[in-house]
Every structure is written in C-alpha cells, then in structure tokens.
C-alpha cells in the first residue's frame, strides 16, 4: 500500500503542477479534474471519506463542469477574447522581472511554511484530543455520525456561513447575469442560444439517470446522520443531475422564476430560523432544543441539500454568458454617435 | 492460495491489461475514432474484468449488487460519451471538407 500511496502523492503533483504549466487551457482543465480525482482518493486513503466524496462531488464534478463550460464560451469568442494570440514579441526585462517577483513570493511562501511548521513542533500537545472530545459528546448532538455532528450541531456556525458565502455568490451571478441580459439585444439572442437537437441516446440515457442521480441524493442525505454523506453532497448530486438534465435539453431552472429564488434561499432561511428562534427562550444563538436536535438536523439538512443542488445548478445554467454578436456589442460603447446608426441598420 | 484466489487474481489481471492496453492505444492510436475504440474497451472489458474478480470478496449480496449496478453505469456512460465525441467529430470533419469543397 505504501507504494500506491506514494504513487498518488506524486501523481498529486504532478497534476497540480500540470494545471499551471499547460498552455492550453483545455488540457489545464482536464488535469484539474483528474487532480480533484486523485485528491478525492487521497482522502480516502487519509480515512476521511466524507471529504473525499465533497471533493470527488464539488470539487472534481462541479467545479470543472463549470470550468469547461466557461471554456466552451471563451472558444466561441476566441477572435475577441483570446490573450495569448496578441503575438507581440515578449518584452524580456519585463519577463526577468516576473521571473524575480515569482521566486520572491515563493521563498517568502516557503519561509512562512517552515516558520509554521516549525512552531506547530514546538507547540506542546494540545490538551484535549478533538476526536475524543466529538466521541464522548456526539449523544447529544442528535445523529450517530461525528462528521454530521460536528457540523450541523457542535460547528453549526460555520455551516450557516458556508452556506450564505453560497448564497452570495449565485445572488451575484444572478445579478451579473440579468445586467447583461437587459443590455444586450434580447431578440438576437434567442436565435443564436439555440442548440442543436441532442442526440437521442443521450436524451435516453439523461431520462434513465436521473431518478437513479435523486434516489442516490436522498440516499445520501439520509446516510448523512449515520454514515458519510450530508447536504453538501447530495446537493452536489443534485445539481449534477440538473446539469444532465440541461444538456439533455431538459429546461430546469432555466428563468429566473419566484419559485427559483424560494428554492435558492430556502436552506439559509430555515437554518436561520432555527439558529435564532431559541433566543426567543433567551437561549444562546444556534442551540437546538433537547430531544429534537435530530429532526431539526435533518430538515436543516434537507433544505439545505435542495438549496445547494439548486444554486450549484443555477452558478452553471445562471452563468452571465457574454453574447455571441460580441464585435457589434464592443462597437456600441466605442463610437457613440455610430451606436445609432449600427441600431437603426440593424432594425 | 486457494482456487479462488487465484480466479479472483487471473481476472483482475486481466482486467488492468485491458486498461493499461486501453491507455496505450490511446496515447498511440492516430485519430479521434480509434482513440475511442481503444478507451471504450478498457472501460467495459477492463472494469468488466475487475469486477468480476472483486465479486467473491463481497461479503453481502447488496454489494455485488452495487458493484454490477457500478459497472453497468460506467458502460452506459461511456458508451454513450464515445458516441457523442465520435458524433461531434464527424459532424466537425464533414463541416470542415464542404468548407474546403467551396
């Protein structure tokens, strides 16, 4: 075993110093996605599972659905976006000077890792051993899984914030998306954002995975209190299946409806609510009532789990995409008095 | 090393052939569609092996059932992802020979 898991460390880095060195930005995606891989597997060997399945699930799965997605748009604008076409000859005093500024940020950058490690040596061992700690209390978090425990009841905090940093940032990709669509000509669009008709085996196969993608979510979410698994990668799962279903051509959450929002805010919501509603008793913030902090887990959990899937899936589908006519779009803004003209021409 | 051992050992073996000669044929083959040829078989043939040498170590009748609904998952995925690259391919290449043709 141990020669599999110096395999994977190396295999680690050479991915991640592959994602940085490749010059096409296609191939620094792949390498991402195999790097998320093999850390999902690192984790696993590492006996933590539960980080292996949000790594294999966000970090692999989603992050680089999205990355390619953003590829496949930088590539429909490579005429106009492209920053290594603009084939200047390399300036080399400018490049010497990178080269210094790159060796002193990772000199000082090792410097701080030794200095750390080397305090952490000296630090005397800590007084109480977390695990013990997790173990000796976890009767009263409500679930029998110390992760779940640890984040939903002892650390619930840092699970609120998690999940409002979420929700800010689809807020934000909401609110870029939607300036974009009232600026640029929402007729033009609808012709040109049409896809082709999918192929029909892949139409089959996306009705074939996704209730088997929901009942593995649920799975999940109900593994949570037990076992690894939990909202986050349910919800992870979630947003894959709405991921298929999109380019299956399927429309989920494709406008911006109420209904879209609710779902979005809905697991913040709740966990706020029960966050504040035992100050009412004059409680301290975020303590669960005895005897139901289960329950109360659960369905913090499970608002969260469609919060989740639901923002993963709208940060892909909700993506402000920058329009295909783009030169005319970049004409607009750069003469003025011609914008009307071009507008007029085009009507 | 009983019979089964060295059953489970044959086809796992025979399984990471297939993948190593899957990798190989990849890196190897000239264009897209024999690079897909070769991927496809270390997907279905390779795991196809490897699960059925994993199969006598299960100790419940649910994870075989896991392990086979596994394997029936990635051959559906991958058959269906080789055909739609193939797909997008040719699609590309017949675009790129009526563009030449004007």
Same mark, same amino acid.
């Given at each position: 075993?141990?020669?599999?898991?110096?395999?994977?460390?190396?295999?680690?880095?050479? !991915?991640?110093?592959?994602?940085? *060195?490749?010059?096409?930005?296609?191939?620094? =995606? =792949?390498?991402?996605?195999?790097?998320?891989?093999?850390?999902?597997?690192?984790?696993? *060997?590492?006996?933590?599972?539960?980080?292996?399945?949000?790594? !294999?699930a966000i970090g692999a799965g989603i992050t680089g659905v999205l990355l390619l997605d953003t590829l496949g748009v930088f590539r429909q604008h490579e005429q106009d976006i492209n920053p290594r076409s603009s084939s200047q000859l390399p300036d080399i005093s400018r490049q010497w000077a990178a080269n210094v500024l790159a060796l002193i940020a990772c000199i000082s950058a090792a410097g701080l890792l030794a200095w750390s490690l080397f305090n952490t040596l000296k630090m005397p061992a800590p007084h109480h051993n977390l695990v013990t700690v997790v173990e000796a209390n976890?009767?009263?978090?409500?679930?029998?899984?110390?992760?779940?425990? =640890?984040? +939903?009841?002892? *650390?619930?905090?840092?699970?609120?914030?998690?999940?409002? =940093?979420?929700?800010?940032?689809?807020?934000?990709?909401?609110?870029?998306?939607?300036?974009?669509?009232?600026?640029?000509?929402?007729?033009?669009?609808?012709?040109?954002?049409? +896809?082709?008709?999918?192929?029909? +085996?892949?139409?089959?196969?996306?009705?074939?995975?996704?209730?088997?993608l929901l009942i593995t979510a649920i799975f999940v979410l109900w593994a949570g209190s037990t076992r690894p698994g939990g909202a986050f990668q349910a919800g992870a799962l979630i947003a894959a299946a709405?991921? +298929?279903?999109?380019?299956?051509?399927?429309?989920?959450?494709?406008?911006v409806t109420t209904i879209l929002r609710l779902g979005l805010t809905l697991g913040v919501f709740i966990f706020l609510i029960v966050a504040v509603s035992p100050m009412l008793t004059g409680k301290p913030f975020l303590t669960y009532p005895a005897g139901w902090e289960g329950t109360l887990i659960l369905l913090i959990e499970f608002m969260l789990t469609i919060s989740i899937g639901l923002i993963l899936l709208s940060l892909f589908i909700q993506a402000p995409r920058p329009r295909i006519p783009a030169p005319v779009r970049n004409a607009i803004p750069a003469t003025g008095p011609n914008a009307e003209t071009n507008k007029g021409g085009d009507q | 090393m009983t019979l089964l051992n060295i059953f489970q050992t044959l086809f796992i073996t025979i399984g990471c052939l297939f993948f190593l000669i899957g990798t190989i044929g990849l890196l190897r083959f000239p264009d897209v569609l024999t690079r897909i040829h070769a991927l496809t078989k270390a997907d279905n043939l390779g795991l196809g092996f490897i699960v059925i040498g994993l199969i006598p170590s299960m100790s419940t009748a649910a994870?075989?059932?896991?392990?086979i609904v596994c394997w029936v998952l990635i051959l559906a995925a991958s058959s269906v992802s080789a055909f739609l690259v193939a797909n997008q391919h040719i699609k590309k290449s017949k675009e790129f020979k009526d563009h030449d043709v004007v």
């Open positions: 075993m141990m020669w599999f898991d110096l395999a994977l460390g190396l295999g680690l880095i050479i !991915a991640a110093i592959g994602v940085f *060195r490749s010059e096409d930005l296609f191939r620094a =995606v =792949v390498l991402f996605v195999t790097f998320g891989i093999l850390l999902a597997l690192t984790w696993l *060997r590492l006996q933590a599972p539960d980080l292996a399945l949000a790594e !294999a976890i009767a009263y978090s409500g679930v029998s899984h110390g992760i779940t425990a =640890v984040l +939903l009841n002892f *650390r619930s905090y840092d699970t609120l914030l998690e999940v409002a =940093v979420l929700l800010v940032a689809i807020v934000i990709g909401i609110g870029l998306r939607e300036r974009v669509t009232t600026s640029a000509n929402a007729t033009s669009d609808e012709g040109q954002s049409k +896809l082709s008709e999918p192929p029909a +085996l892949l139409t089959s196969l996306v009705r074939l995975l996704l209730p088997l709405g991921v +298929l279903a999109r380019l299956g051509q399927i429309d989920i959450a494709a406008r | 994870d075989i059932a896991k392990l």
